[in-house]
């Protein structure tokens, strides 16, 4: 979703501006733009396709600009809605992720004789800022957009009079680094490698950067600022020979696998976790299915009652006891359902885990507790290896906490798990059947319906084929009348206990001529089945089969040559509700 980034500096800062905004570049984005300030004059470049088509038109370098990446809200895909965006008078300009709710009625109170050039609820926020400092001083023009402002948003303004980056944040990530320059972003990692320190904004700070120096205030008057000592990420983006992040990640997972076998986990996250007698699981997306499968370990290996809820969904109320525990799960760590979700929690004083693959994220920093999957950045849209770690997170968590050893199983996938890989080819033919189709159904019973929750989703991402996915003993309520002789429906089969009423679901849609496909375990198979993988224990066969369905999606997105790692409307991280 959108990315900002401001630079500062007695240099050129194009070179690391241009180098941020394409580190943004894999949270989605459908336009970006550039402004530099040079002599009090905006010199701005936009484009709606990508970075590389936004710098080659870039004729001119300066020591501060602010560019950005914009995610379509307010406004269709269009060079005078993508960011950076002007005041009417063009004295000011400005770059903003989040959503402004009452922009309606800011434009109807205070900006009637404005003049609007965009579709975008960004350019009520610059006309508000002139507006405002026609009565009072720059800065405290962005103090008081937090009295008027409703919604989430991280910005950076420019006057044009005034070598300065104003910055203002509520509910938006917001990072401030030092390096040779002074440079603000929504993501830490688009700061260059030589940042020394950093500051993670909080919800209230405001102020403005200069080439030598900032100014940092918070609405609250807090003294809380705390910098960081920034340590260079060490994460890898090349594609080591891959053609894109996603087989590249799911690639990785085998070897992610072996840092499970002895992985620790704090006392204290164990011990409160014995203590609660109920567990509340909370996520969106990829992340909310595998907390469908964390709730389902839970409740079957650990016998602790155990529910899953979808962040946006999510509602508190007066019902949970009071040794209930919240655990969220968020590969991003910035995903805005899920952290208002928290906000909901934390104000009933529930304790919450966070399981998560970014270390400095809003979501660690909401959270009493911290479980990084350390599943390395994962870069492709679709994610893959990080449901496949935080699941087994929960996996070994649900273990733990009951003490049970489940360290021969977990070490009989990772020793075994890479030739999951020598299915590749029948993977193949299913995709090269299913890529020219418009509907796909995944068929599954307990933990083999969640599996088919992600596979569906996984699919429809990348593919942009219809799927869905339906519990087998529910087909005959209702969603049988879709099947007709054009259908395609994959069957997956790992649990002992619902093999044969999976089985009779998909001789149900055979008969009325469905094509079937069917995934499963050696033991539970048929010599028809089309992938037959060896048996794992039941409560880990997730493993391979994730890294199945990530691969099926992965080649049928690639027979239609869809833009995988990027795939259309989708962001990385979903920062707006
Ligand atoms: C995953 O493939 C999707 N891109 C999406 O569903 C994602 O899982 C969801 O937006 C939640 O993101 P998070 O894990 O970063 O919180």
């Not at 620790?264 to 469908?292: M, P």
């Not at 760590?333 to 270390?359: H, M, R």
């Not at 790992?494 to 149900?508: G, K, Q």
């Amino acid at each position: 979703m959108c990315g900002i980034i401001g630079c500062c500096s007695n240099h050129n800062v194009l070179h690391n501006t241009i180098n941020g905004l394409k580190k943004l570049e894999y949270r989605g984005y459908d336009s970006c733009g550039i402004t530099f300030l040079l002599n009090k004059e905006f010199h701005t470049f936009k484009s709606i396709k990508r970075i590389e088509d936004l710098s080659k038109n870039i004729n001119i370098d300066g020591g501060l600009a602010i560019a950005h990446t914009r995610w379509a809200t307010h406004g269709k895909v269009s060079l005078d809605n993508a960011h950076p965006i002007y005041s009417s008078d063009k004295k000011y300009i400005i770059v903003h992720n989040g959503i402004i709710e009452n922009y309606l009625k800011i434009k109807d109170t205070y900006l009637k004789e404005y003049i609007f050039y965009t579709e975008t609820d960004t350019e009520v926020i610059i006309n508000l800022i002139d507006y405002l400092n026609k009565k009072c001083t720059m800065l405290e023009s962005i103090k008081r957009l937090y009295e008027i402002l409703e919604g989430t948003y991280a910005c950076l303004i420019i006057d044009k009079n005034e070598d300065k980056i104003y910055f203002i944040k509520n509910k938006s990530p917001l990072i401030l680094g030092f390096s040779n320059e002074l440079i603000i972003t929504s993501d830490i990692l688009a700061l260059p490698k030589n940042t020394k320190k950093y500051y993670r904004l909080k919800d209230g700070d405001y102020g403005y950067i200069t080439k030598d120096t900032y100014s940092l205030f918070n609405i609250n008057d807090q003294n809380h600022f705390l910098f960081l000592d920034y340590y260079p990420l060490n994460y890898d983006i090349s594609l080591k020979g891959f053609k894109h992040y996603m087989e590249k990640e799911i690639y990785e997972i085998p070897d992610l696998l072996h840092n499970y076998i002895n992985k620790k986990y704090e006392n204290r996250i164990i011990n409160t976790l014995k203590n609660s007698n109920k567990i509340y699981l909370v996520a969106s997306g990829t992340s909310f299915n595998a907390a469908s499968l964390g709730a389902l370990f839970f409740s079957q290996i650990s016998k602790k009652e155990s529910y899953a809820f979808i962040s946006s969904e999510f509602q508190i109320d007066n019902t949970y006891d009071d040794k209930a525990i919240f655990v969220v799960i968020s590969q991003s760590g910035e995903t805005a359902d899920l952290i208002k979700a928290i906000s909901k929690i934390k104000k009933k004083n529930y304790e919450v885990i966070a399981i998560c693959n970014v270390e400095n994220s809003t979501i660690k920093e909401m959270s009493d507790y911290f479980i990084n999957i350390n599943a390395g950045v994962e870069i492709a849209v679709a994610s893959t290896k990080s449901y496949t770690l935080s699941s087994l997170v929960m996996y070994q968590l649900a273990n733990i906490i009951v003490d049970n050893d489940y360290k021969e199983k977990l070490t009989d996938i990772v020793d075994n798990i890479s030739s999951i890989f020598d299915v590749k080819d029948k993977i193949k033919k299913i995709a090269s059947y299913i890529s020219n189709k418009e509907h796909l159904y995944y068929l599954g019973k307990g933990i083999d319906y969640l599996l088919c929750n992600e596979a569906s989703l996984k699919l429809k991402e990348i593919s942009y084929i219809h799927s869905e996915s339906f519990p087998s003993g529910e087909l005959k309520h209702g969603s049988i009348a879709l099947i007709s002789s054009s259908s395609i429906v994959i069957g997956i089969i790992t649990d002992p206990s619902n093999a044969n009423l999976i089985r009779n679901s998909l001789e149900e849609v055979k008969s009325r001529g469905a094509k079937t496909y069917v995934i499963s375990l050696e033991s539970l198979s048929l010599d028809s089945d089309s992938i037959i993988i060896k048996d794992f224990d039941k409560y880990l066969s997730f493993i391979p089969i994730s890294i199945i369905i990530q691969l099926l999606a992965y080649f049928t997105a690639l027979n239609l040559g869809n833009d995988i790692d990027k795939p259309r409307n989708l962001a990385k991280s979903v920062t707006v509700e």
